[in-house]
């Protein structure tokens, strides 16, 4: 079981937009910073987004991070079929004293 | 650029010692928090921990009893030791540089880049 809530599952068609939500609580994304990671089957993680909102060099601006309270959102406009993979959100638990992640979205590019 | 390889045992038996260490290249492992992830087949990813340049270490509470993370800041490389493992523990098996950076209690903790990863089945 995920500390991190994310849904399952999301699908849009290719050019449309699509939002992956993660949520947490105050000892986790409430007070601390969200990233957000692509898998690619058979691949390893990347990062997408750190302190939130952040973007790594090299990420395209169709990838955007936002948080509020104890939830936070990744946005990817413009969907590619090469967009199809898992989404996953991390953060820190101070509660824990650990790092968390979201049980991962995949994501369908119809 | 910075580049992770994992390397180690593919099999390990039930209730013994699972180790692996990650090569860092093309920069320094000084300076950094270097991390270990995990992900079962088809399921999600699970911290195992973070050890600093110098030593200092932070292990996820669910592991602690049965993990150690070392660094070889000579040979460039890291390493994970989980002992007592046990089917569960099959996992793919990622290194990754993290950081970790407190703000006025806010912490950031994000990781980049990661290695290939490795898959570590337990079976006798």
């Known amino acids: 079981q995920a500390v991190l809530t994310q849904p399952p599952s999301v699908s849009a068609a290719p050019g449309q937009k699509v939002t992956i939500s993660c949520s947490g609580s105050?000892?986790?994304?409430?007070?601390?910073?969200v990233s957000w990671y692509q898998q690619l089957p058979g691949t390893a993680p990347k990062l997408l987004i750190y302190e939130n909102n952040k973007r790594p060099s090299g990420i395209p601006d169709r990838f955007s991070g936002s948080k509020s309270g104890t939830s936070a959102t990744l946005g990817i406009t413009g969907l590619q079929t090469g967009d199809e993979a898992d989404y996953y959100c991390g953060t820190w638990d101070s509660s824990l004293s650990a790092g968390v992640f979201g049980g991962g979205t995949k994501l369908t590019v119809l | 650029q910075v580049q992770l390889q994992e390397s180690g045992p593919g099999l390990v038996k039930p209730s013994e010692t699972l180790s692996l260490t990650c090569t860092v290249s093309g920069g320094s492992i000084g300076s950094d928090y270097w991390s270990w992830v995990r992900q079962p087949p088809g399921k999600g990813l699970e911290w195992i921990g973070y050890?600093?340049?110098?030593?200092?270490?932070n292990y996820n509470p669910s592991l602690k009893s049965r993990v150690t993370i070392s660094v070889d800041t000579s040979k460039n490389q890291f390493s994970l030791k989980l002992s007592s493992v046990t089917a569960a523990d099959t996992a793919v098996y990622y290194c990754?540089?993290?950081?970790?950076?407190?703000?006025?209690?806010?912490?950031?903790?994000?990781?980049?880049?990661w290695g290939q990863g490795t898959l570590v089945t337990v079976s006798s």
């Open positions: 050890i600093y340049y110098s030593g200092s270490t």
């Open positions: 990754a540089r993290a950081s970790y950076i407190v703000v006025v209690k806010a912490a950031m903790l994000w990781f980049d880049p």
């Open positions: 105050s000892s986790n994304i409430g007070n601390h910073y």
